[in-house]
């Protein structure tokens, strides 16, 4: 008898178990605004879920049309939260309804709500980027005044680059090449285009000590600008004639073609000093190892902190990520570059400050709460979305 | 005229592209796009010059018998060949370029790759000599987190007696991230920082003319 009851119970409590269980998840709070942050002709449409497990199979969002009627605009999973509306007029209200589906039926439906998009002069999750910027350019154009002025401005001896007129004259004296290699990436990369520029320094030395210099490059662009820039550093230093176009000379786009071809140049002509600055991925340690065993003194340079690594243990001089951009203003000791230059240190110390203050209110706001007031400004500060 | 041109597409761009950044309205948006399509188009365009370099190059060192001239042939029967089969027949699965893609350049390219293992060993070889108080620092840092970052640093951690028991079972590889997340990360951090600011500066001087040795020559 008891076990009859038992078991005449065990579906009713599977049935109550199984609609607990499948509680209905509710869609809510149905908000309808401009998308924010853009040119405009977008509205964001948002709602909330209520708790639950048994999703709707799909959520329509339907727009207003011309003719008042309603048309489909987006079918999201029944798991979504918001859709974003786009190609819309600026400045016209549009009206909006959400139908929740189940079982191929319209279970519910939300709205109207509305909204009227717009596009905004300032894209508020980077005034603190703007902040930032301002206050570095500021930095840096008083400097570059200072330099004009010719006050005297103390830069810290790089030894990397102190080290480019021994590596050229070290090559010069062995009668051998002088071997630059600007990285893998194109002309739109700052590393490929401050490589360019210490391209040209080096270019200046080899022109007059009468070294050769070899340039193999990975991409089109930058083998024009190479040559251009190589060109014109032997006119500069009244060496036209030593100049060789063929010298710098494109090899393959591909990465692993670039470094065996790069490193056949290495093993055929041992070059004397290696210059490898600009962005590089994983040829790096390929590179650095090879030039190394064919016994040339290495520069390096880049501002990956992945391959920094490798070019510490194997090159002689490594130019770590911010002395690859401060090489130009270095070896020209131009007044007005050293004034950038001595702009940009003194904006990296006031940051530092900033970073000092921000992590000390951060961990003194879990004992006294205006600290945290103080850590959340700065965390607003350098958000950059 | 030649160094005037150059620095007012360098300002003209480079302020489009800071002003898309902060302003989201039009036009700005549009001319960021602009200038990036610009930039695809000309380095587009840009591939003859390097194929028309690599051509040029390697025919005047084999028809001037120019120190190694013998690797000038393989480079230009090898260009052709991959030229030739992908204009012919196309890039797309079952042609010979595809084949010859994946049955060479791949392999290839897979095989240089692999040569990083053993650079690694070489490198990390001298890196890791104990020559001073950094360098064994170094060493002890690295050795820690090879060891928890396979399970045998566990295990030997494990095979002390009461080590399983404590509070920190798997003290090796906690190191090992301690290690990672904490000084590691702020030193990589610092360097991202630091190049940030290279970056930024380093733009404003080109966009401001006040670097121009990229334009060619010194000053």
Redesign the interface.
């Known amino acids: 008898m008891k076990t009859r009851t038992f078991s005449a119970m065990v579906p009713a409590v599977l049935l109550i178990a199984a609609a607990v269980a499948a509680q209905p998840v509710r869609v809510e709070n149905l908000e309808a605004q401009d998308s924010p942050?853009?040119?405009?002709g977008a509205v964001e449409l948002r709602w909330s879920l209520s708790d639950g497990t048994d999703f709707p199979d799909s959520i329509t969002v339907l727009r207003e049309s011309p003719d008042g009627g309603m048309e489909v605009v987006g079918t999201k999973p029944g798991v979504s939260t918001g859709d974003v509306d786009t190609g819309l007029e600026n400045g016209r209200e549009y009206s909006y309804l959400v139908r929740v589906h189940r079982g191929g039926e319209v279970a519910a439906e939300l709205g109207p709500v509305s909204a009227v998009p717009a596009?905004?002069?300032?894209?508020t999750e980077?005034?603190g980027?703007?902040v930032i910027?301002i206050i570095?350019?500021g930095f840096?154009l008083y400097f570059?005044e200072q330099g004009k002025k010719g006050r005297e401005l103390y830069i810290r001896e790089i030894a990397g680059l102190t080290a480019v007129d021994d590596a050229v004259g070290r090559a010069t004296e062995m009668g051998r090449p002088v071997l630059y290699v600007p990285g893998i990436m194109?002309?739109?990369n700052?590393q490929t285009?401050?490589s360019?520029?210490i391209l040209?320094?080096v270019a200046?030395r080899t022109a007059k000590f009468g070294s050769p210099l070899l340039v193999p490059v990975s991409?089109?662009?930058v083998?024009?600008?190479s040559q251009?820039?190589v060109?014109?550093?032997y006119?500069?230093a009244g060496r036209p004639d030593a100049y060789q176009s063929?010298n710098i000379?494109?090899?393959t786009?591909?990465?692993?073609?670039y470094?065996?071809g790069v490193d056949?140049i290495m093993v055929?002509e041992r070059p004397a000093a290696i210059f490898l600055l600009g962005t590089f991925y994983?040829?790096s340690?390929?590179l650095?190892?090879t030039g190394r065993s064919v016994g040339a003194i290495q520069i390096a340079g880049t501002?990956m902190?992945s391959q920094?690594?490798?070019f510490?243990?194997?090159c002689d001089y490594t130019l770590?990520?911010?002395?690859?951009?401060?090489a130009?203003?270095y070896l020209?000791r131009?007044p007005?570059?050293l004034g950038?230059?001595k702009?940009?240190d003194v904006?990296?110390l006031f940051?530092i400050a900033v970073i000092i203050v921000g992590v000390l209110a951060f961990t003194l706001g879990d004992f006294w709460e205006p600290a945290n007031e103080v850590a959340d400004f700065i965390r607003l500060l350098t958000h950059v979305e | 005229m030649r160094l005037y041109v150059p620095l007012a597409i360098t300002f003209v761009a480079g302020m489009i592209m800071i002003l898309q950044f902060f302003i989201p309205h039009q036009p700005f948006p549009m001319l960021g796009d602009g200038v990036q399509d610009w930039y695809v188009i000309v380095a587009s365009s840009a591939i003859f010059l390097g194929i028309l370099n690599l051509l040029r190059v390697h025919v005047k060192k084999i028809r001037l018998r120019k120190r190694h001239w013998q690797y000038s042939p393989v480079t230009i029967v090898g260009f052709l060949t991959m030229f030739v089969s992908g204009v012919a027949w196309g890039v797309t699965e079952e042609t010979p370029f595809y084949y010859l893609f994946n049955q060479m350049v791949v392999p290839m390219g897979a095989t240089m790759f692999s040569l990083l293992a053993f650079f690694v060993a070489s490198a990390a070889f001298r890196a890791f000599r104990a020559s001073n108080w950094r360098a064994t620092l170094l060493l002890a840092s690295a050795f820690l987190v090879m060891l928890g970052r396979v399970p045998i640093g566990d295990i030997i951690w494990r095979w002390i007696p009461g080590a399983a028991e404590s509070s920190h079972p798997y003290l090796v590889s906690e190191i090992a991230e301690w290690i990672m997340q904490f000084p590691n990360m702020a030193g990589q951090r610092a360097i991202l920082i630091g190049a940030a600011m290279g970056v930024v500066a380093t733009s404003l001087r080109m966009i401001f003319g006040i670097e121009r040795s990229y334009l060619g020559g010194a000053d």
Do not use: T
Request: net charge negative.
């Open positions: 942050n853009d040119a405009g596009a905004q002069w300032l894209h980077r005034w980027m703007l910027l570095l350019a840096i570059i194109d002309m739109d700052i285009i401050a360019m520029v040209g320094r200046a991409k089109s662009v083998l024009s600008v251009e820039v060109k014109e550093s006119l500069e063929d000379f494109y090899l786009d591909d990465q692993f073609g470094a065996a056949g055929r994983a040829e340690l390929i650095a190892e501002a902190p920094l690594p490798f510490i243990a194997a770590i990520g911010e002395e690859l951009f401060a130009s203003a020209s131009e007005k570059l950038s230059l702009g940009q904006a990296k940051f």
